[in-house]
Structure formats: C-alpha cells, structure tokens
C-alpha cells in the first residue's frame, strides 16, 4: 500500500504510534482535559476501562465524576445523556457494541435527534454516542452488525466513522465538540491494525502504517470532509471504516488505478467531492459491510446517479453484505471481501 | 371537567401512604428438598455433565474450533439442575440468556446437538446458524437462548401468556442475569404478568457480577429479590450453589404459579468461576476470591458430600465421572467431524421464503 496517500501529519506537535484504541482513548483524555463539561459513563467504562479498553485509564485519571459504569440499561444510558446535554454538559456515552445500540434507539430518534428542531434550537443534545461495530471477529449476529444506515435515516443525528487511529482521534474530538448528537461508530476489527480482506493471512498492527502515527494533543478533523485515501483515473471507489482497508489491498493486488474515497462521515456527507471524483472517472463502486436494501449505499448510488449522470460510462456498482442477519458460521462467505470486489471491479471495468 | 364545588377527594386520599399491605398473600418460606438416593444422584449427574461439558467447550474454543463468543456456566450447575428438575421437559416452557449450555443439557437436549452448534456445524441444534448464545429446541420446549442483556424476559412473559390462554397447565421459566435485572423491559414485563396473573417463574441468576461489574457497584436495591415487590410479585431469596435447596424453593415456585397466583420471582445467589466470556481477563475480582468459593460453596462438592452420607461410594462416582467424560468427549468429536452448513444456508430462514 506503498503509494496510499494517507494523512501525513503536518504539525510540529509531538507525536506517537497509537492503535486506534489508544487513539480514541487519547481523544477523550485531550477533550477531558479542556472542557469540565465532557463526561464518559457506560457499561463497564469506568473501573474497568471497557471491554476494548477504550476508556483505560480514565476513571482513575479524572475520577468517578466524571468517568463513570452504568447499569446495563441502554435506553437509560442515551436518555439521561439527552437530559445531561440539554442542561449543558457533554456526554460520550459508550454502547458496548453497536448491536445494542436497538434498546436505545428510541431515545436516539425521538429525542437527541429531534430536541432542536422541536424546541427551535432552544435545547440540544450535544452528546457523541461511541460504539464498536462491524463484523470480521467472529462474533455472530449480536457482535458483528453494521446499522448505520438507521442512522443516517434519522434526520437530526451525525454518524462518523472513522478508518485509522489518526481520523478516530481527530473525528472524535470534532465530534465532541459539535453540538449535534452523533454515532461515532469504530470500526472494532481494525481496533488493532488495519485489515485486507485475507482472514487467511498474518494480521497486521498499525505500526507500520502511516496513519498509525498520531499527535499526543489537541486537533480536529471536521466532519463532513472525505479522505481521497488514494487518487486515480479508472474509478471512483467510495467506502468507509475497516472496508477503506479491504479495497486498497484489492486495487493494490490487481493493479487497478483506482481513486478510493474514504467518506470519514456519512452525515454530513462530503458529496463535492464524490462528484468531483466520478465526474473524472466516470465509474463509481461502493463498498460497505452492511446490508444492501436501504444500505447507505444506496443513498449513495442515488445521489451519485442525480449529479454525475452525463459522465457515468457503467452502471454504478455496490458490494455490501448480503441481506441476511449477519451469519456465525460463513462469516467469510458474507463478509465482502477481496473476491467480491474483485467480480465487481472486472464488471464495472468491462463496460 | 371537574365540578369543583361539589367534588370530594376521593375517599382516604387524603391519609399517609399505608405500610406494605402485610395481609397479601405470600409464598410459604421453601424447605430444602429432600430428595431420595436416586434423584440425589440424578442431580449431581447432571451438574457433572454440564461441569465436564463446559470444561470441554472451554477446550475447543482455545484450540480455535469454537469462535466468537462463548459463555461457560461452571459453577452455576446447581440452579439449572435443581431449578429445571421440578419442571416437565415439553409442557414447561424455558427462556434465558447467552449463557445457556447449562439449561440445554438440564432440560435433556443432546450434548452433541450442543457442542456441535457451539463449533457452528451442519449438525448442530441450530444447524450452526446460532453458535453458542443461541440455541432452541420446540421439542422440550426450551425457547432459547438470547444475546441480547434482558431481551428474554419479555419474550418469556409472552410464552406465559400462552400457556394461560392455551390453558395448558404448563408455566413459563424465565432466567435472566443480576446485570439484566437492570433492563427497563424487565419491569414492563413484572407489570404485566402480574398484572395478567400469567404462570411464570422470573429466575435472577445473581452470580454477583456482570461482566466487571458487580452487584452493589449497578444496583439501587442489591437484594434482587425484592425487585418484584411494587408490582406485587412476591420474592424468595435462594442459595444457588446447594442443589436441594433450588429444588426445594423452585416446588414452592411451581406450586404458586400452577394455582393461578400469578409470576413469582426467585433470586438465586450463585458464582462463576470462569471469566464472563472466553475473553475476559477477569481483572476485576480476585482469584482467592473465586477460589474461596470454589473451596467453600461448589455445588457439586456439596451434592458430593451428600451422596456419601447416603452410602454412595467414591468408587460409584467415579464410574459415573467415567461415564459422563465419555459423553462429552464423543459430543466434541462428534461436533469436531460435523461439516459446516452449506453456503445457500445463508440466505434461508430469514424469512418465510427464500427470496
Ligand atoms: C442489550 C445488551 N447490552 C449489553 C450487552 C453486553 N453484555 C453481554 S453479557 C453482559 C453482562 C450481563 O450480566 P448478567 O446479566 O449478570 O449475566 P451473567 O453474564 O452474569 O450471566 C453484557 C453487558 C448485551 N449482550 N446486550
Ligand atoms: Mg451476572
């Protein structure tokens, strides 16, 4: 992946390798540190530091207060962080993973996402609701989902994801400091390092990687800014979170000059640049874990197809999950891969 | 609406809230069963099958033949045995957690059905399409099996409607964890059943953590049992780790619910010993403490020491563990050998169709 232009960090400021845990974890502890406001509760976030080990550390450097366990009562979680955001504070609530973020749900639409329009922009909930998500570990149908495409349905939430330890602490933080509720979804199988698609082959760790290399302070990446994690003349490839992965390493082993978009946030979506890019290739690909039918995917397909009509020369192509539940055995056979992209990239290509 | 020169306060409205009304009905307090030799024995076989069970599905899953997530019920052998003894396989029904080998193999489904679902193959009870967490049987009527914290204990209210209105004369058991018990769902489904005085048997596994967290560090009212009192559902607080003591408070259970008294709710004071999940480091308890129970309070020690006071021999049990070690190992290589289901089993049962 030699010649992926990732984000080379242009800042004196002293920097260190980090996964994307501890790149996260460090967001926090940065955002802490600034704003008295910021507070960190969730299932077993506190004394535990969490069962990914997002929040290590924190309980004990900013105390009970301030990081602290809830019950296992996700409805109550987002509710009381509706409440607590309303009256001026800014919680990052922790769902332990993204598949029982459902029980939440109601709170998240009914009221984070609806307090400022309803109120006329009186009462927010500036709250960022972090959750592992994903498939890729093995985890069947309760560890593994993809439901972003809930949530970009919602008018009135922001959903970012984030594909290296660079963007995770730099999204995090505009995230935090938004005023907006937001789904901050992370990507849990490149947790430790990114990954290509071969389950079959040596797992990598993000030391390695350019992004991997992360600035111990302060600094923001805005939300609604794609990544052009790779510049090219033969199509637009649009894709996000651990598949930013799975389609470099793809390109890369079969020589496609392709231009990769890493969409970094959903909503708000950084649709000029998408335009700019499929406009130039005339061919767009999307690719994503979640399931096809009402995928985000299809927005993107849609929107792709109302502004780039004229300079479309194949029809657009999506490689997702299949509609299914996500399966315990198979796992590989759903998860689109190297070889589904691989068909895909030979249809697009052909016409 | 009101008419406010003639409306009266409604009658006593105006008078302090009543102490708890000490004239409702309750349970009588359990007695510790007393079984005879052989149902003592059946017991303990049966804790020791899922004992030996677990320890093997632990085997596999750290040889990589068990993936993803994997809950062992080691050292709550005695709640879903004693428990699930006072009910009828495929007239009672049964409902619980991710954690539910244990009440698979008490309520007489296959081991190797099990083990090979746990290895997501062909064969298993689910035909390697639910893995560990989620396991059913219609047959015996077990009803799963869920990963999702609390979920259950709705669904398990809903079969107890069922037996009501079916008027089958079976009961529903719904087992759910200490952590659960913190689930709003949980206290929507209380309200109902009593309030529908529906046949079931709320069960709270309070082996005193949930996950890293423990009780007194989640609960307002760390006596679970009392968790059922506003919605008038009485509570009986269980040892969980002596077998004859849940056989004797789940006969005061059954007998309570099968006269048409409505949901009653057990907590049953247990442990685990191993981690939460195969990938729990377990950094949040001591080992001396789990290895204080382990020395004080297992619950097949206990039914061990009971067996010999009643004459069995170390040698008749040992023939049994022989035996029991068998049935396992046969379940693993049965569930080892087993194919993984075929691709198109991804796109069936999702729904009535393929489509
Ligand atoms: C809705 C939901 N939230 C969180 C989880 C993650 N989770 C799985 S088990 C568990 C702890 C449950 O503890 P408890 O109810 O005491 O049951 P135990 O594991 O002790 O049997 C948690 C938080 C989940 N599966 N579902
Ligand atoms: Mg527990």
């Given amino acids: 992946m030699s010649d992926i232009t990732e984000n080379p960090v242009e800042t004196a400021e002293p920097t260190t390798r980090m996964n994307m845990i501890q790149a996260i974890n460090s967001a926090m502890d940065v955002m802490m540190a600034r704003d008295p406001d910021v507070i960190v509760m969730g299932e077993d976030v506190g004394y535990f530091g969490g069962v990914f080990r997002a929040t290590a550390g924190l309980q004990k450097k900013y105390g009970k207060r301030r990081v602290f366990d809830t019950p296992i009562t996700e409805c109550g979680i987002i509710g009381v962080a509706v409440g607590m955001g309303a009256y001026g504070l800014r919680p990052v609530p922790e769902i332990q993973f993204a598949d029982y973020i459902y029980p939440a749900l109601d709170q998240l639409v009914s009221e984070a996402a609806r307090l400022r329009y309803r109120s006329a922009g009186e009462f927010i909930a500036p709250m960022t609701v972090r959750s592992p998500f994903g498939g890729g570990i093995f985890g069947g149908q309760t560890h593994s989902q993809s439901p972003e495409g809930i949530f970009t349905h919602v008018s009135g939430v922001k959903t970012v994801i984030p594909s290296t330890p660079y963007d995770a602490k730099g999204l995090l933080i505009a995230a935090i400091e938004d005023n907006d509720p937001t789904i901050f979804f992370e990507p849990k199988r490149i947790y430790n390092g990114p990954f290509d698609g071969h389950y079959d082959r040596p797992a990598r760790n993000w030391s390695a990687h350019p992004a991997g290399e992360v600035p111990e302070g302060y600094y923001r990446i805005p939300l609604g800014k794609a990544n052009v994690v790779r510049a090219g003349q033969a199509l637009t490839i649009l894709c996000y979170g651990a598949m930013v992965h799975v389609v470099a390493a793809t390109i890369e082993e079969l020589g496609v000059d392709a231009e990769i978009i890493d969409l970094r946030t959903l909503v708000p979506l950084d649709i000029e640049t998408i335009e700019a890019s499929v406009k130039k290739t005339g061919r767009c690909m999307i690719v994503h874990e979640a399931t096809r039918t009402s995928g985000f995917g299809a927005e993107l397909s849609a929107l792709v197809q109302e502004r780039c009509f004229y300079h479309l020369e194949a029809p657009i ?11 315990h055995s198979l796992e590989w056979a759903y998860f689109p891969g190297p070889v589904r992209i691989a068909e895909a990239l030979k249809k697009i290509m052909k016409e | 609406m009101a008419r406010a020169s003639t409306a009266k306060p409604a009658k006593g409205a105006a008078k302090p809230t009543p102490a708890p009304a000490s004239n409702r009905e309750r349970p009588a307090e359990p ?24 320890e093997k599905a632990g085997q596999l899953y750290g040889l990589g033949l068990i993936g993803g997530f994997c809950h062992l019920y080691i050292g709550q052998e005695a709640v879903a045995v004693g428990l699930q003894s006072a009910l009828e396989v495929g007239k009672d029904s049964v409902i619980t957690g991710y954690r539910d080998h244990g009440h698979m193999l008490a309520y007489g489904i296959a081991p190797k059905l099990i083990m090979a679902e746990l290895t997501g193959r062909e064969a298993g009870i689910s035909r390697g399409k639910g893995g560990s967490m989620h396991m059913f049987s219609v047959e015996h009527k077990f009803y799963g099996g869920h990963g999702i914290v609390g979920a259950q204990v709705s669904l398990g209210t809903g079969l107890a409607f069922k037996h009501k209105y079916a008027n089958d004369g079976g009961v529903a058991m719904a087992y759910f964890g200490d952590g659960a018990s913190n689930q709003g769902q949980v206290y929507e489904s209380f309200n109902m059943a ?17 996950m890293g967290t423990s009780v007194n560090r989640s609960s307002a009212e760390d006596q679970l049992y ?13 040892d969980g780790m002596d077998v004859l003591a849940v056989r004797g408070a789940a006969n005061t259970a059954v007998e309570w619910v099968r006269a048409g008294k409505g949901p009653i709710l057990l907590e049953l004071k247990t442990y685990r010993y191993r981690g939460h999940s195969m990938s729990d480091p377990a950094k949040y308890r001591s080992r001396d403490e789990v290895q204080a129970v382990r020395d004080k309070s297992d619950p097949i020690e206990h039914a061990k020491r009971d ?46 169709d393929t489509y």
């Avoid at chain 1, 999506?318 to 299914?324: A, L």
């Avoid at chain 2, 007695?31 to 017991?43: G, N, P, Q, T, W």
């Avoid at chain 2, 070690?325 to 691709?343: M, T």
């Fill in chain 1, 317 to 327: 192509e999506r490689v997702t999950g299949f509609d299914t539940p996500y399966p």
């Fill in chain 2, 194 to 210: 009593e309030l529908w005085k529906l046949p079931i048997i709320f069960v709270i596994e309070n082996n005193q953590y949930a």
């Fill in chain 2, 226 to 238: 009392k968790r059922g009192e506003s919605f008038r559902i009485p509570g009986l607080q269980v």
């Fill in chain 2, 307 to 352: 067996l010999e006071a009643l004459g069995v021999t170390e040698a008749d049990l040992k023939d049994l563990d022989k035996e029991i070690r068998k049935i396992v190992s046969e379940a693993a290589d049965f569930a080892e050998s087993s194919p993984e289901p075929g691709l198109a089993e991804l796109y069936t049962d999702v729904l009535v």
């Fill in chain 2, 31 to 54: 007695v510790r069963y007393e079984a005879s030799k052989d149902e003592l024995m059946a017991f303990y076989r049966e804790m020791l099958l899922i004992r030996r069970f677990e």
